[in-house]
């Protein structure tokens, strides 16, 4: 990766598009900083540097993936049509089968050209490594680590790219999870069992042996939403990495493990965890907009911390959306859309709105040929990815929906859908037990809704013709707008306000200050 993909380019970046605050006023990471984040990304503001954080000499970066727009030019991209042309490539290399055609060879012969140039490199004085601090030099407390919610149980590392190898094979793996200090040199870890460092975890006590674990805070965001995103390519992530940036991830040594870390992060803490030492962690405010449980989790001794010069703290937090984490969903929803569409050729689009936690609902829209697609189409969309597991709901529309508009969708349902043959309800299904929704913590049902156009046997009745003007008098009006003296009428979408929905007064609300 070029110099300029370090966080410090990022913000240089952002900086010059006039989408960085500098905050020089003192702030407190405990509670302070986080709220006065939440607000500023509740209504569409900038990315923000404090700089004057109480009780630390570090400055931290919050906000930077706080629009969808922000996201794209992590990557390198200003239009989100770009995040599908990459996860074309990337379904590419997912097929199981050989390429059809001459064509799709060639698109196929150019994506492993680009695995080639995505090869990480190895860098022998690598910026992380301008300040050492071993032993008994380590204290986590210089740290300023948040504390989002009040009733968190302590101060928190959560954009931190958690690096693990396989025991066995020595493939890394590389995670986005949650670290919760306990010590001045001590943190327990938050990863579900089905995750890779979990794996890795639960080898090594097999073997006997601790295992080694390195964080990296403070890399180029896009190795963020590389890291996060949970595509089964059997790729390393680095490589992964790689190929959304177009060039290779320059990465370094550590100095007291053996593993990799991106050599221009801004810190790196290295240490180990002994299989069966736990520590309870929790609770702590998520992105169901609740607090979680207290979890036994697997404590990480930390032996050494390397860092640059004046090295800046980057991070983020979990709750209600609008957050970081949904705008990072919107665009790997985008990612997606090609890889769904190689699996489910009749889905034409897929959306995972905000509001429903970017996971928990989803809309599809499909070519609607036979009667029970819409049904088939939910199903499979439940088994396609690993991130789907956990959908909670499916709405399944026509192509002719725009299924990123709430007010078509809700027209689908209100008007194409009998509850008593639309709905499909699956019970007992696998969960994540951060849905209090569910009975049972870990297990809940699913429903779809069919909301196509009924064909066949699936209606026993005649359905009404539905309107519409002739296109040739659309053609008219358009040629004749002018005239008619209403050039300035319908040039912009109109304000949802207008008709009832509430979401912008409540952004103007967060905008202008609490009201209680």
């Known amino acids: 990766m070029g110099s300029r993909r370090d966080l410090r380019g990022f913000l240089e970046l952002l900086e010059q598009r006039g989408q960085l605050r500098r ?22 503001g900038p990315a923000l540097l404090f700089e004057n954080v109480i009780g630390s000499s570090m400055p931290v970066a919050v906000n930077l993936m706080g629009t969808v727009e922000r996201v794209l030019w992590s990557m390198g991209m200003e239009r989100a049509e770009e995040l599908e042309q990459l996860g074309e490539r990337l379904a590419l290399l997912q097929q199981p089968r050989p390429p059809k055609g001459a064509q799709e060879a060639l698109r196929f012969g150019s994506v492993l050209l680009d695995l080639l140039k995505a090869k990480p490199d190895l860098d022998l004085l690598p910026p992380c490594h301008q300040q050492v ?5 380590v204290n986590l407390d210089a740290l300023p680590l ?31 999870y949650r670290l919760q200090q306990q010590s001045i040199n001590t943190m327990t870890v938050h990863w579900l069992s089905v995750r890779g460092g979990a794996r890795h975890l639960r080898k090594a006590a097999e073997l006997g042996r601790p295992l080694e674990i390195a964080v990296a805070i403070g890399v180029h965001p896009l190795l963020v939403m590389a890291a996060a995103t949970p595509i089964p390519v059997q790729l390393s992530e680095w490589l992964f990495a790689g190929l959304y940036a177009g060039e290779g991830v320059r990465l370094a040594k550590c100095k007291t493990v053996n593993l990799e870390v991106p050599s221009h992060s801004e810190m790196v803490l290295e240490g180990t965890i002994t299989p069966g030492e736990v520590l309870p962690d929790g609770p702590f405010g998520d992105h169901m907009g609740f607090y979680g449980g207290v ?10 911390v390397t860092q640059r010069r004046d090295p800046i703290y980057f991070t983020t937090f979990s709750g209600r959306p609008p957050k970081e984490d949904a705008m990072l969903a919107i665009a790997l929803n985008r990612i997606y859309t090609p890889i769904l569409r190689q699996q489910i050729p009749e889905i034409v689009d897929f959306f995972l709105p905000m509001e429903g936690l970017s996971y928990k609902l989803a809309v599809i829209a499909i070519d609607k040929a036979y009667p029970g697609q819409a049904r088939r189409a939910a199903m499979a969309f439940w088994s396609a990815l690993p991130q789907f597991t956990y959908t909670k709901f499916v709405v399944v529309v026509d192509k002719s929906i725009n299924i990123r508009d ?46 196509t ?3 066949g046997p699936e209606r026993n009745h005649p359905w009404g013709e539905p309107l519409a003007r002739p296109a040739e008098l659309d053609a008219r009006l358009d040629q004749r707008w002018a005239e008619l003296g209403l050039a300035d009428v319908g040039q ?25």
């Open 23 to 44: 905050i020089t006023a003192p702030v407190d990471p405990d509670l302070e900083l986080s709220a006065i984040a939440d607000r500023v990304l509740g209504c569409g």
């Open 133 to 137: 601090f071993r032993g008994e030099q």
């Open 146 to 176: 948040l504390r989002p919610w009040p009733g968190d149980a302590g101060r928190i590392v959560t954009l931190g790219l958690v690096i693990t190898k396989d025991p066995e094979t020595g493939t890394p793996n590389v995670g986005v």
């Open 295 to 304: 979890e036994d989790s697997p404590v990480v001794r930390i032996q050494c």
């Open 406 to 451: 709430p007010r078509q969708v809700i027209w689908a349902i209100s008007a194409l859908v009998d509850p008593q043959r639309d709905l499909m309800v699956v019970e007992n299904t696998p969960f994540d037990s951060l849905d209090f929704a569910s009975e049972q913590l870990g297990l809940g049902g699913r429903l779809a809704i069919d909301a």
């Open 453 to 455: 156009t009924k064909v």
């Open 492 to 516: 912009q979408d109109p304000d949802p306000a207008l008709f009832g929905y509430a979401l912008e007064q409540v952004l103007q609300r967060l905008a202008t200050g609490p009201r209680r």
